[in-house]
């Protein structure tokens, strides 16, 4: 089971990093530099905000050996109440924002991309739900239509010249396209529950991933949100394209490991010789996946090779 939604969750990573990647050689020669440098510069406060809009309830849904249907509901309202207290903030603060980096379009970019916390919000139990049921087959399909899809529609808008507002709504499609298929898939909806008692004890154990991932957050965001502020958007917009290729590595190798086995642990918890041989099979294979990435995909010469390759086809606008 492990190996199976291993394998299924890093051939969808490989699906839509590749096609991430296809979409965004494109987009290169239909945009500038500083339309990413502009949506880079959101994104920042988009991942740390995120964070608190899911308070780590997710994985703590995941992680409960049994789980009633008034805590899904009971997270459900949670998180959509939060999306909603952030999108305000966010749409009231936009201004400010935009003040900030000194660049006006930031403003009515935020504002309108802070509605997306409220979409993204309607699905984080019903992924929780598939993960739990451990069906990365599903999510994996997920990610690469919705990465396809959204994709092919900027490549569209930036060919009849709309510019930025081309990723936002490649933003728009790929989060409503997920949380249309989560529904499906998870066969799960919402009622008008709430039960203190489930969220404290939620919340419990959801606020330690919450301070870890914001933690982590706020420091991998540092050197976007410094670059933005002190170079030009043109520099910021080189510098997140580079930064986007260079995490590939992490999400072949350890992201896929975290995601499934997460779930599959959680299950086992209370075997604990079970789990540590678990552990200790799978770091193994982490590791000589990272390695073999890092030696072969992207050792000194390959990369050279690979940059004059990619300069070649975008031209000026290198990543590397």
Known sequence: MIKRNLIWDFVGRLFNQGITFVISIVLARLLFPEDFAVIAMVMVFFIIANVFIEFGLKEALVQTDEISNIQFNTVFWINLGVAVIFTSLLYFLSGAISEFYK?????????????????NSLGIVHRAILIRDINF????????????VSGGIAIYLAYEGFGVWSLVVQYYISALIKQCFLWYGSRWLPKMEFDYSSAKLLVKFGKNIFFSGLLNNIFTQLDIFIIGKVFAPATLGYYSRAKNLDQLIGSYSAGSLHAVLFPVLSKIQNDKTQIREIVKKYFHLAAFVSFFFRRVVVSDSRRTYCASIFRKVVGDYTLF
């Open 103 to 119: 660049l006006p379009k930031l403003k009515s970019i935020i504002q309108v991309l802070s509605f997306v916390f409220i979409l």
């Open 137 to 148: 087959k599903f999510l994996s399909k997920i990610n690469v239509f919705s990465s396809f």
